[in-house]
C-alpha cells in the first residue's frame, strides 16, 4: 500500500515519534544524548524548525517542533538521522539501519492540543515507571519549561508564552498541569493520531485540513459519511 505524503501547514506544531529498529536502544551512555541533542539543534537551525517540548527515551525521541519552511521537518530528520547513525555505528562497532522506518507524525491544532502535547511529551519518563517526577528526567524539555533551567533546545510555543505575563508566573503555571496525569482517552488519542498519521485537533480544524488535502485525517465514523456537502463548502472557504 502506497505511503500517504506528510501534511504539513508552516508555522503550525506537529508531534514527531522516531523510533529505534525493533525497538532496541539508540541511546547508552551521556554522551550519546548529549550528541543527539547537539546535532538536532544544529539540524533545526539549518532548517527552520522550532522544538517546543521533547523527551530522548531509550529507544525513542518524541518531539513538539514547529516548522518555519515547508520540507523542515523532513530535512531536519534526516540530517540528524545521517549524523547519529554514523555517530552510534562508529561508537558501538555496528552498521545497518539503527531507525524503525520513517518518523512518525501528526499535525496538531496549537490552540487545542499544543499545551497537552507538552504534558504528553515530558509525562514519557513517568509513564515509563524511570521516574517519579518529571523533574528528575534529566534528557527533556520539562526543566526548561517548568523551571527556567536554560535549554538551547528550547523555543517557546506562543501558547506557552500566553500563560502568564512574568516568566516566574508562567512556569508556575506550567508545573501545576503536572500535578496529575493525562487521562487515558487523551493519552489513546494523541497516540493513534501520530501512529497513523491522522490530525490532532477539534473536529472543525480537522475537516479544514482534509478539504484542504482531499484525504480522510481522521478514522472512518460507524454508519457511513455523516459530512454534507454544504458544511465542506464552508470548511474549504476558510
Request: charged letters at 25%.
Amino acid at each position: 500500500m502506497p505511503r500517504h505524503p506528510r501534511f504539513v501547514l508552516v508555522g503550525h506544531p506537529q508531534h514527531v515519534i522516531i523510533r529505534g529498529n525493533n525497538r532496541e536502544p539508540i541511546f547508552y551512555t551521556d554522551e550519546d544524548y548529549r550528541f543527539y541533542l547537539e546535532k538536532l539543534q544544529a539540524a533545526c537551525e539549518k532548517h527552520t524548525c522550532d522544538v517546543h517540548a521533547y523527551v530522548l527515551m531509550t529507544n525513542h525521541v518524541h518531539l513538539l517542533i514547529t516548522p518555519h519552511e515547508k520540507d523542515g521537518i523532513s530535512k531536519t530528520m534526516q540530517m540528524i538521522g545521517r549524523y547519529y547513525v554514523q555517530y552510534f555505528n562508529h561508537t558501538y562497532q555496528r552498521t545497518g539501519t539503527l531507525w524503525e522506518g520513517r518518523y512518525k507524525a501528526t499535525l496538531i491544532d496549537s490552540e487545542q492540543y499544543a499545551l497537552t502535547c507538552y504534558r504528553y511529551i515530558e509525562m514519557n519518563p513517568v509513564r515509563a515507571e524511570m521516574v517519579n517526577h518529571p523533574a528528575e528526567y534529566p534528557w527533556s524539555s520539562y526543566r526548561m519549561n517548568a523551571s527556567g533551567k536554560h535549554d538551547n533546545m528550547v523555543t517557546p510555543h506562543p501558547l506557552y508564552q500566553a500563560l502568564a505575563e512574568t516568566p516566574e508566573k508562567r512556569r508556575e503555571m506550567y508545573r501545576s498541569f503536572f500535578d496529575q496525569q493525562l487521562d487515558e482517552t487523551s493519552l489513546k488519542e494523541i497516540r493513534e493520531a501520530t501512529n497513523k498519521a491522522w490530525v490532532l485537533g477539534s473536529a472543525y480544524f480537522k475537516e479544514k485540513i482534509e478539504v484542504r488535502i482531499n484525504r480522510q485525517m481522521t478514522p472512518k465514523q460507524k454508519g457511513g459519511d455523516r459530512k454534507s456537502e454544504e458544511y465542506r463548502q464552508k470548511i474549504n472557504r476558510v
